[in-house]
Structure formats: C-alpha cells, structure tokens
C-alpha cells in the first residue's frame, strides 16, 4: 500500500471493481482498491448474475444497456472469462392489465432505442417448454437478457484495471475514515495507514457502515433473498441450445437457465431485511439459512407457471443478502455535505447496473459532471429523511414486495407516511384531499370534497377521479384555485458577494429589488442543473425557489461553487411555506386579506412584495403555472395553517376552490409550459427546451455561457414542442414515442388532459427539423398511448391564452 493515492475504492464486489477500472481507463494513475477479504466477498459472490436491459427508468435502461455491451470488451481486455450467455428473455403478462402495460412498456422501449419485441403465448412456450401457457396473454422479449458468472466478471475488471495501473490490496479491511482540511482522506486499514484525494464508498453489504465512518448515514440497508437451483429437466437435457429467461411478472418468479437445469428466483411478498445496518464485520462467505415456509405462497405459483419443477430435484438453496434503497436504485455520486467522498453502493442488480455505475462514477470524478441525467440513481435525491431506519424497513420492503407488482401513473403507495405534513395537512384532509409524496411531503394531488369513500382506481387510462380534477381545473379558469406550494425548495442568498456569485451561477441577469425572474442554471457543458425563480427582496438578499425535492441535488451544488466569505446560503424549503393562488378572481380575494394595494400598477407580473395578508407578514410573488392571474404567497412555517384558513374563508364568496397538482398540471399543459425532471432536466439544455430565451448572453460570463453560445450556432438536435393528441380514453404519461412515416422522430415528456380546452395534450421532443415546421408536417405525426398508436398534431403557440394576457391582466 503507497503512502498517498489520487482515489481509494473500499468494496471488491462487481461495483467497486468496476468503478476501479473504469477509472484507469479514464487514465487516472494512483489508484487503489482495498477490500476486506476476497473479491466478490459481499453479494458478489452468490447472485444469480442474471442482466437485463429493461428499466422503468429510462436513463437508468439506457445506462444497462452500456453494462451489458461492456461484458465482451472486458473479457477480450483481461483474458478472464465472464461467463456470459445472452439467450434473451421473455416477460410474462397473464392478466389483461398486464399485457396492457407491457404494450405500452414496449412503446417506451421504442423511444429508448432498446430492442423488445412482443410475442404471443405460442412463439413463448415453443422458445421456452417449461413455460405453461394457462391464462398467458402473451409476453416481452429482451434479447438482451443473459447472466454471467459472478466470480468471473469481478475479476475482468479488477484484472483489466491492474493492467491499466491500479492497485487492488486484498485482506485488509477499512477501519476509519478522517477528512483532511485540505478536502482529501487519512484512510485507516487494519494493515497501516494512507491518504487519498478521493474515497469511493463501494462496500454493498457493510456500505451503510463505511458511509458512517465518514460521518454520513446513507438510505440503503440488507435485504435477503433466495433462489433455488434444480437438477437436470429432461426438456434442457434434449436441447443443445439455452433456453431464454422468464420472468413470470404476475407469480413473482423469475427463471434462468443453470447448466440443464435452472435457477429459479423470487421476489416474495412477504419480504425479510438481514442486518439492516449493515453486515457484521467477520461475516464470511456463508448463507443465510433457507426460509421456505415464508416463500412458499410464491414458490407455489412459480411450480404451477413451470410445472416440470415438481418433479425436478433441488441441486441447491441460495438465500443471500444485497442491498435495497427505497426506491431500489443505487446510490451513485458525490455525498452531499462532504468533500470527495463518493457513493457508489446501494446497488440491487449489480450485474445489469455494475458497469455503468463505473462508468457514471468515473465521468463525475475526472470530469465533475456524470455526463448527463443520472438523477434517478444520484445519492443527492434522498434527504437525512430516508435514513430513519422505520422510513427504510417500511419503504424497503415496499418496494421489494412490488419488484414484478405493476406501477401505475395515478397510483400513490403507504410506506413511510405521512412523514412531513405542512401545517394545513389536517384541514387539507377535512376539505377532501387525497395526497401524494414528494421527498416525504404530504402533497394533495386532488380532492373529492364530500365524498370520504370515494377511492381511485389505479389506471393506465382515465380515471374516475378525472371529474374531480375537471372541477379543480374549472374552478381556477373561472374564479381560483389554491395549491399548496410545499412542494417547492426555497433558499435565501445574502451577503455582499451575493450579486456578484449568483450573476455567475444564473444564466439570466438578476432582476431589480422588487422584481423576479426565471433563471436557468446551467452546468460547464450548458446543460440544464435549474429552472429557478429569482427574487430580489433586498439589494443583497435574494430567494431562489425550485423543487422541494432537489434540495440536496441544488445544495450541493450550491456549496460546490461558493465562493470562500461574502456569501450565505439558508435552506427555507421547511422553514417557509404557502400557497400559489391563481385564477381571475384571486386578485380580489387577496385585497380582501391585504390593506395593500395589489392592483396591476401597484404590483404587475413579475413583481414581490413583502406584505401583510391577513395575519401573516408574508412574500407575494405575482406569478402563476396555472396560466391565470396569480400569486404565490409564501409565510413562515408556523403561519401556514392560519393562511389557509384566511385564503379559504375569504374565497368562499368568490368560488375559490383548493386544488392538486393534477389540476396544476392540466392547467399548464394548456399553456405548454414545462417542469423540472420531466421536460427540464440535466441532459436537456435552453435551447432544446426553450430556457434560452432566459438567458442573458450579453451580461457577462457564467457558468455554460460558452457552451450555450456554441449551441445558439449550431441550433439543437431536438426542440420541445406542445402536441395534441386523438386520444380516447387515456392520455400519456412520458418517453411515448412520436411517429412520422414510420419513423421514430420524438418523444414525450408529459401529459395529460387539458380539462378546460377538452384536449389530449403533450409535451414532447421532436427532431428539430420537424419541429420547426410547426403544424405544417411532411407527414401525418402519431403517439403511442397506452401502446396503441394514435394521430397528433403540433400546437404552434399555447392554445390557452397564448398571449399571456390573463397571466400579465
Ligand atoms: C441470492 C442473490 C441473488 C442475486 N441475483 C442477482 C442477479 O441475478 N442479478 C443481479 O444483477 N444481481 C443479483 N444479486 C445482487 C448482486 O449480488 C448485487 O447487486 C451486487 O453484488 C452488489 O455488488 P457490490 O459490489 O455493490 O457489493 P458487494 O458484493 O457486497 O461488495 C462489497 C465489498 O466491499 C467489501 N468491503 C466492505 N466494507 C469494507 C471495508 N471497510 N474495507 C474493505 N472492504 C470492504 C466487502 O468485503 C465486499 O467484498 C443477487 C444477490 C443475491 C444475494
């Protein structure tokens, strides 16, 4: 072991391994991985090393894809066979629901470029005879689906990297981690001491404890899981070939060929966590003993859906530990709140994810940027919130009973809630509403006032809450509606330095004292890192507001770029709350809370004001995302409750109505206008979305301004456009795929109904050339709704109010 390293990879596992080599690839030379007993001594070693392509998330399928294309370079690269088989697999659908969603699945594979196709119930039990076909409607074909030999594959990676220059260091565990004031690490091992500019926690089972000793508590923890391996069946034995995998979706199961006989794994609805902090120090490479009896509900269904099993003999009983976050992603990136300590743990499907952690993880070390939207496994989307060890028991378990159980668009799961509340929670609930999350917060997605029994089914079409939101949507086109703006992040900037930082961070100029803006925030590669609204309430005192749930992702970026004194950055998202309240009458209903004057003159579009509103001394912004005349009105925490009811008791005469964030966002589908994470995101860039035209080139230097200005020539390869489509009884819901001749040219962001306009809308990605010709296309454009392909037309401009008079009225 040298003195000092460039970075130290703790975890030999398939993870760590892969960051190590990807790394030396990057040509980083004094790097070290250091593992506590074996390669693979963790998860590694017993997984089933099955890999797929298919994600719910897009950018995470896309990032599978890159692991599964990396197996073959890095067997020719080290010499180390992998162990690779790739017959494909099939996912089963036997409920009509199902085969529903693997339809509109399929169509969002399209959009990703990932190969699938779909078969019926005769082509999957000629490919794969053990399947019985009872009650199968058919079925989706990965071809890339396969698995690989664990042990094999750990070691390509950590061959190849040595060769490129690293050092792995076996048998000797981490024991403590010290930051250094210059921002590096004094490493203690059990085998001597040593310093590194960098630490990448890789440590899967141990990984919450290697997060502790660095002073951090990560959201991931142990769970067990088992699968079985059988002796020869007879129908593998005749063949030379082997057969492609199943996933039995509806029974739980999920089936691999092992030699002639299979592996067959489950995901049991009554799951166990193993060592939830994490796993003891001298845990060996031994297993969990077998819990049948707990799985047997499950392993019923699956010798029924395979009935040669019954008879097959059981070769051998796997119940191994790995790790679950609440949302079952990996924890990948820069640990908010230290310096050059990385996550790279947390991960379920090592061997579909492992490489392109590496490869994430790498980007983000050498270059400062992941290389595009990782958000979806970024460790910066959880807050201290999820590490509570009964919000990860109960949101673990969730997820892991639900692994194959489908998710649907309107659906909003129990676990850990309600956890944070704003202070109107309760009187929300009495007026009706039903809630969702967001980073742990209560929010009201709609409300069904009088009707305490009224419950919504879960859908991949309308649903019958859709009236509840026409309502909602009515109310605030013709008197208000009132949102509760919890789900907002905001952060107060102040200092003498604050002009001067923040007209470096923001792509906009600053607005004057009064007055706010959008300001996109860009990173180095002009890529979007916020759609923030910018206020200034003192010549040195700034809010920005954003998304609640961004607050680690923001802050940390915040932090990474402060400069050493003038600036101090307060996080309010918890400490400020309030309301938006938009609609033609919402300018009365506010004089009635106000000696103010809050006419059009006094305080128009854009502009903030610190006044009195009933009790409360409050921040009014005039602006709104329903399209209508508008304020957001925002009080500290404890004044949130009093406001509601002042709000509420003074609209009654003016037929204001509470409303949800569907309503919210039908109301701004109307007006085309985008939000973070689905149209705005950090692989999108101004141009491509429309930000660009918030951004002040001519104001002097900021972060991505040359990248911006690179783009302003060359034009973007994408434009978002606002679609309308013929849809029937459903609308879309995000990564559709967009249609002209035949050919795939776009993709949507989001949907939904435009209530008061009685449209299908859209926002979607279209290749420029196509959308630059507006409603005049060369051939007639389609979407995928709920898999069916259904004909579309560009909007324009907005279809309501494009003028934005009633916004600016
Ligand atoms: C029964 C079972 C079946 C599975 N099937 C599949 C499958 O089919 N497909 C799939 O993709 N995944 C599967 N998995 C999951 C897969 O095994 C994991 O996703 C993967 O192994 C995680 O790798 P890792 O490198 O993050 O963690 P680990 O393999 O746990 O590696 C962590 C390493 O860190 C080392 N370490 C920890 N702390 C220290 C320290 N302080 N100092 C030095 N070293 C330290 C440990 O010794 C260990 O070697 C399965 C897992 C099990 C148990």
């Not at 073959?72 to 690269?77: C, H, L, Y």
């Not at 796997?318 to 996550?343: E, I, K, Q």
């Amino acid at each position: 072991m040298q003195s000092h390293y460039r970075v130290v990879v703790i975890g030999g596992g398939i993870v760590g391994t892969s960051v190590l080599y990807h790394l030396a690839r990057r040509g980083w030379a004094d790097i070290a991985l250091i593992e506590r007993a074996e390669l693979t001594a963790g998860s590694t070693w017993h997984a089933a090393a099955g890999f797929h392509a298919l994600n719910d998330d897009p950018n995470i399928a896309a990032l599978q894809a890159y692991t599964i294309r990396l197996y073959q370079e890095i067997e020719a690269e080290s010499g180390q066979n992998v162990g690779m088989h790739m017959p494909g697999g099939y996912s089963l659908a036997t409920s009509p629901a199902r085969w529903e969603w693997l339809k509109s699945e399929f169509a969002v594979y399209q959009t990703l470029g990932i190969e699938a196709r779909l078969a019926t119930p005769d082509e999957i039990v000629a490919d794969c005879p053990i399947v019985d076909p009872a009650g199968l409607l058919g079925g989706l074909f990965d071809p890339h689906e396969g698995a690989v030999d664990p042990h094999g594959t750990t070691h390509a990676f950590a061959i190849a990297a040595r060769r490129r220059g690293a050092e792995v260091i076996l048998r000797n565990r981490v024991v403590a981690l010290a930051q250094l004031p210059g921002g590096g690490w004094r490493i203690t091992t059990e085998h001597g001491t040593t310093t590194a500019e960098h630490v990448v926690n890789a440590g899967g089972l141990w990984a919450r404890r290697v997060g502790r000793m660095a002073g951090v508590d990560l959201p991931l923890t142990p769970m067990q899981h088992h699968y079985l391996i059988t002796a020869d069946l007879p129908e593998l034995v005749a063949r030379a070939d082997q057969m492609p995998c199943v996933t039995d979706l509806e029974g739980f199961t999920y089936l691999q060929q092992e030699r002639k006989g299979v592996i067959l794994g489950v995901y049991e609805r009554n799951p166990r966590h193993w060592h939830t902090e994490g796993a003891d120090w001298d845990y060996g490479m031994e297993l969990i003993p077998e819990d049948i009896d707990r799985i047997a509900p499950e392993l019923a269904i699956g010798f029924a859906r395979f009935p040669s099993l019954q008879d097959a003999g059981i070769r051998k009983w796997v119940n191994g530990a790995f790790t679950f976050t609440p949302d079952g992603n990996p924890l990948v990136g820069p640990v908010p709140g230290l310096r050059n300590f990385w996550a790279a743990c947390g991960c379920m499907s090592g061997f579909s994810q492992g490489g392109a952690i590496g490869l994430v993880l790498a980007n983000w070390i050498v270059d400062g940027d992941p290389g595009g939207d990782v958000f979806g496994m970024d460790v910066a989307r959880y807050g201290a919130f999820a590490s509570n060890d009964r919000y990860l028991r109960d949101t673990t378990a969730q997820f892991y009973a639900r692994r194959f159980v489908i998710a649907y668009p309107n659906e909003e799961l129990p676990a850990g809630r309600p956890l944070k509340t704003t202070p109107s929670y309760d009187a929300q609930q009495a007026a009706g509403a039903r809630f969702g999350v967001v980073w742990g917060m209560e929010t009201p997605q709609y409300y069904a006032p009088g009707e305490p029994g009224f419950v919504e089914t879960p859908s991949l079409r309308r649903s019958n809450a859709q009236r509840l939101i026409a309502a909602e949507v009515a109310a605030t086109r013709h008197a208000a509606g009132l949102l509760d703006t919890g789900v907002y992040g905001r952060y107060e900037v102040s200092g003498p330095g604050a002009e001067d930082w923040l007209e470096r961070l923001l792509a906009n100029r600053l607005p004057p004292l009064g007055r706010l803006r959008l300001a996109p925030m860009l990173s180095p590669a002009g890529r979007l890192m916020g759609d923030l609204t910018v206020t200034r309430l003192a010549p040195e005192r700034f809010w920005l507001v954003g998304s609640y749930y961004l607050q680690e992702w923001h802050l940390r970026w915040f932090r990474d770029h402060l400069p050493p004194v003038g600036v101090q950055i307060e996080n309010l998202s918890e400490s400020w709350l309030g309301f938006s309240l938009s609609g033609p009458r919402s300018r009365e209903i506010l004089a009635a809370l106000t000696r103010e004057d809050v006419s059009n003159a006094a305080l128009p579009f854009l502009a903030c004001r610190r006044m009195a509103v009933a009790l409360s001394d409050a921040v009014v912004a005039r602006l709104s995302l329903t399209g209508e005349l508008g304020y957001e009105i925002s009080v500290p925490a404890a004044q949130q409750r009093a406001l509601w009811g002042a709000l509420t008791d003074a609209g009654s005469a003016f037929g204001l109505k509470p409303i949800g964030m569907r309503a919210q966002d039908s109301l701004r589908l109307e007006k085309g206008y985008g939000v973070w994470s689905l149209e705005f995101t950090a692989s999108t860039t101004p141009a491509m979305c429309g930000l660009d035209r918030y951004i002040a080139f001519d104001k002097g230097d900021f972060i991505g301004r040359a990248a911006a200005l690179r783009e302003r020539e060359t034009g973007p390869a994408q434009r978002l456009v606002l679609l309308a489509i013929e849809a029937t009884d459903a609308d879309v819901t995000g990564y559709e795929p967009v249609w002209s001749a035949g050919r795939r040219v776009g993709y949507v962001t989001s949907g939904a109904y435009g209530h008061h306009l009685g449209l299908s809308l859209a926002l979607a990605y279209l290749d420029r050339p196509l959308a630059e010709r507006g409603a005049n296309q060369p051939a007639p454009l389609a979407v995928h709704v709920v898999g069916e392909q259904r004909p579309a037309r560009i909007l324009p401009e907005a279809p309501y109010d494009p003028r934005g008079e009633r916004l600016r009225g």
